[in-house]
Nanobody, 121 residues
């Protein structure tokens, strides 16, 4: 499975940004897709994830500001990030998995290369 991400960049605090990721290849249908982020010295953390059935799961600090949507036909997810703050600065990684189930059960096996989001104060 290959994951192609786009949309990272530099924004000012309070602005918005949208990340997109498309999955391709693989023998099985992609069920879960989502985004994680990581800053140096810290563990990678969940931003948001969604399953093909439409269930979504968000990291605690992202609730209310970030929204994940999905186009199942295109195996594409979009992460709309609003009111970005400097603490949102990180490398954002697209993630996908083909495990079964209606609900998010953790990261899938496939990772994209990461896209940098920088929020200036």
């Amino acid at each position: 499975v290959q994951l192609q991400a786009s949309g990272g960049g530099l924004v000012q605090a309070g602005q918005s940004l949208t990340l997109s990721c498309t999955a391709s290849g693989g023998r099985f249908s992609i069920n879960v897709m989502g985004w994680y982020r990581q800053v140096p010295g810290k563990q990678r953390e969940l931003v948001a994830a969604t399953t093909s059935s439409g269930n979504t799961h968000y990291g605690d600090s992202m609730k209310g500001r970030f929204t994940i949507t999905r186009d199942n036909a295109r195996n594409t997810v979009h992460l709309q990030m609003n009111n970005l703050q400097p603490e949102d600065t990180a490398v954002y990684y697209c993630n996908a998995g083909d495990y079964s189930g209606r609900y998010y059960l953790g990261p899938g096996a496939y990772w994209g290369q990461g896209t940098l989001v920088t929020v200036s104060s």
